[in-house]
C-alpha cells in the first residue's frame, strides 16, 4: 500500500505580495526552493496561520535571495502582505521507502532568510 508523507517544508515564511492580476501560482524565493526541496511547477499545500486558509497551488521559481512568497492569481484572495504561511509538499511512499525517510524542514526568519533546514 501506497502513503503520503510530509516531503517538505517551508515553516512560517512570509507573505511579500499577492498579486490577484497573475494567472495563478505562488511565486517562492528560488533559495527557499532549493533548501526545501521544492521544485518549479510543483504542487504544494498552503497553510495561513493568521487565518487558517488552506489550499493547494503550483510553484514558480522566484529571484535567489529575494525573499519573495507571492500568492498569485486567486490566492491572492486567501492571504494579505505580511501573513505567516507554511509551504508543504508531500510524497508518495511504499512501507519500505518511507521507513527511513525524513521530511527537509526549512525555518526562516521574519524577512524569509533561512535560519534552520
Same mark, same amino acid.
Not at 526552493?33 to 518549479?40: D, F, L, P, T, V
Not at 498552503?46 to 487565518?51: F, G, M, R, S, T
Given at each position: 500500500? *501506497?502513503?503520503?508523507? *510530509?516531503c517538505?517544508?517551508i515553516h512560517?515564511a ?5 498579486n *490577484? ?5 505562488i511565486?517562492?524565493d528560488?533559495?527557499l526552493?532549493? $533548501? ?5 511547477w510543483?504542487?504544494?499545500e &498552503? *497553510?495561513?496561520?493568521?487565518?487558517g ?10 529571484? $535567489?535571495?529575494?525573499? @519573495?512568497i507571492?500568492?498569485?492569481?486567486a490566492?491572492?484572495?486567501k ?12 510524497? &508518495?511512499? @511504499?512501507?519500505q521507502? $518511507? ?9 526562516v526568519?521574519?524577512?524569509n ?5
Open positions: 500500500m *501506497l502513503q503520503e508523507f *510530509l517538505s517544508k512560517r512570509t507573505v511579500t505580495d499577492a *490577484l492580476n497573475y494567472v495563478g501560482s511565486t517562492i528560488e533559495a526552493m532549493k $533548501a526545501s526541496k521544492i521544485k518549479e510543483q504542487k504544494v &498552503i *497553510l495561513d496561520v493568521n487565518n486558509e488552506r489550499f493547494q497551488t503550483y510553484v514558480i521559481k522566484g529571484e $535567489a535571495n529575494s525573499g @519573495t507571492c500568492l498569485n492569481g490566492a491572492a484572495r492571504v494579505q502582505p505580511g501573513d505567516k504561511v507554511i509551504i508543504v509538499s508531500y510524497g &508518495i511512499f @511504499t512501507p521507502e $518511507a521507513e527511513n525517510f525524513k521530511p527537509t524542514i526549512v525555518i526568519d521574519d524577512d532568510k533561512i535560519i534552520n533546514h
